[in-house]
T-cell receptor
Framework: DSGVTQTPKHLITATGQRVTLRCSPRSGDLSVYWYQQSLDQGLQFLIQYYNGEERAKGNILERFSAQQFPDLHSELNLSSLELGDSALYFCASQRGGQGNEQFFGPGTRLTVL | GNSVTQMEGPVTLSEEAFLTINCTYT??????LFWYVQYPGEGLQLLLKATKADDKGSNKGFEATYRKETTSFHLEKGSVQVSDSAVYFCALREVTGGGNKLTFGTGTQLKVEL
């Protein structure tokens, strides 16, 4: 158990819908990262937040957005969903902003029908 | 941009066999390098890391050496066990402004049989 929790574990929805994925980092970790793992694209970095502020951005679509709240939990919002958005979405947390190990949550499996 | 290339899987070995999973990278500067392992139904776990050239990362019998001259970070284990069956990801970390990001290879599935 990494100490990072993600909810829900599974999510099934239809094209065009909007969903929110939630991540709670390990106690004391200030950074949260979001990754997408799909068969087509492999494991891709989406975005990093540190203590509420966006710090690094990867291949995140405009239909996707994220935020980190004052209690340090983070949400990833996916809108206008397409079939190709079906994937495992991982959250990872890290003590600081750069050099420490990232600890991964168990992931949320999103299926878009 | 930065990229990581791993050997295709699946790799199927008998227990106690020697394991090598090849990983090469393309990067500007001198990134830190990592191997992560993903067991079925779980998130990724850090297996080992190396932060500079000629560093050797090791953990649980696995080793990898950061080779700048060949831009490689191959994963090795002398004697695999059934419990090592998992997907292994090679990754590099680049620092971007005030943050950092991991770039992963495609993953190599390892199956170890009795």
């Amino acid at each position: 158990d990494s100490g990072v929790t993600q909810t829900p574990k599974h999510l099934i929805t239809a094209t065009g819908q909007r969903v929110t994925l939630r991540c709670s980092p390990r106690s004391g970790d200030l950074s949260v990262y979001w990754y997408q793992q799909s068969l087509d694209q492999g494991l891709q970095f989406l975005i990093q937040y540190y203590n509420g502020e966006e710090r690094a951005k990867g291949n995140i679509l405009e239909r996707f957005s994220a935020q980190q709240f004052p209690d340090l939990h983070s949400e990833l919002n996916l809108s206008s969903l397409e079939l190709g958005d079906s994937a495992l979405y991982f959250c990872a947390s890290q003590r600081g902003g750069q050099g420490n190990e990232q600890f991964f949550g168990p992931g949320t499996r999103l299926t878009v029908l | 941009g930065n990229s990581v290339t791993q050997m295709e899987g699946p790799v199927t070995l008998s227990e106690e066999a020697f394991l090598t999973i090849n990983c090469t990278y393309t990067a500007t500067g001198y990134p830190s390098l990592f191997w992560y392992v993903q067991y079925p139904g779980e998130g990724l776990q850090l297996l080992l890391k190396a932060t500079k050239a000629d560093d050797k990362g090791s953990n649980k019998g696995f080793e990898a050496t950061y080779r700048k001259e060949t831009t490689s970070f191959h994963l090795e284990k002398g004697s695999v066990q059934v419990s090592d069956s998992a997907v292994y990801f090679c990754a590099l970390r680049e620092v971007t402004g005030g943050g950092n990001k991991l770039t992963f290879g495609t993953g190599t599935q390892l199956k170890v049989e009795l």
